[in-house]
């Protein structure tokens, strides 16, 4: 069975604080998806890493995909409270339809 | 930008009572899935359907549930007999080509959250 865990499953943090969050798997991923869901809203789509190493930015957000395609990072720089919310890695499950999510990191930012 | 949008965003029903979610995908969208978050829990993967018939389902997706395209537009999620523990936020999504490839990612709707009493 192919399992994301993520960590922190909490993050309170002042604005302009560095953070970083991580999944995790004991499984090999074709790909891993980054999501943020805010409340009363599905989750939308970030960033997909596809190959090992592969490292994307977006703005102040910094995604890395594992070397071993097994775990990713999401690093944000200079956090603002628009990036509360929760945060949720997910990753296509191996000759099947369905996306794996992961156990979600929820962020909240302080001003 | 185009996006699924879901029908009704919050639903309340009793205990053994049927209810029907509703999904709008995006239109030139071929696949179409349902899934679930309960309380504090992970994003559960339920169905997806394609070609007008069900291509996957998880263990969750037992008897009870059921999904349809009654037309172009519309794809619901059917709860026959609602038990308590189906009381969680029902997403549903959709993508041009099969979700589990990273060139087709899924789009999510709002999410319609069942209250079962």
């Known amino acids: 069975t192919q399992l994301l865990e993520q960590s922190p499953q909490f993050l309170s943090i002042q604005e302009g604080e560095n953070l970083t969050v991580y999944c995790n798997s004991s499984s090999v991923f074709s790909s891993l998806q980054w999501y943020r869901q805010e409340p009363g809203e599905g989750p939308v789509l970030l960033v997909t890493v596809v190959t090992g190493g592969e490292v994307k930015k977006l703005k102040r957000l910094t995604f890395q995909f594992g070397d071993a395609r097994k775990d990713s990072s999401l690093h944000i720089t200079a956090a603002q409270p628009g990036d509360t919310g929760l945060y949720l890695c997910?990753?296509?499950?191996?000759?099947?339809?369905?996306?794996?999510f992961g156990t979600g990191t929820r962020l909240q930012v302080f001003p | 930008e185009p996006e699924v949008t879901q029908t009704p965003s919050h639903q309340v029903t009793q205990m053994g009572q049927e209810v029907i979610l509703r999904c709008v995908p995006i239109s030139n969208h071929l696949y179409f899935y349902w899934y679930r978050q309960i309380l504090g829990q992970k994003v559960e993967f339920l169905v997806s359907f394609y070609n007008n018939e069900i291509s996957e389902k998880s263990e969750i997706f037992d008897d009870q549930f059921s999904v349809e395209r009654p037309d172009g537009s519309n794809f619901t999620l059917k709860i026959r007999s609602t038990k308590l523990e189906d009381s969680a936020m029902y997403f549903c999504?959709?993508?041009?080509?099969?979700?589990?490839?990273?060139?087709?990612?899924?789009?999510f709707g709002n999410g319609t959250r069942l209250t079962v009493t």
């Open positions: 997910a990753g296509p499950s191996n000759n099947t339809d369905k996306l794996i």
């Open positions: 999504a959709s993508s041009e080509a099969r979700g589990n490839s990273y060139n087709s990612p899924l789009h």
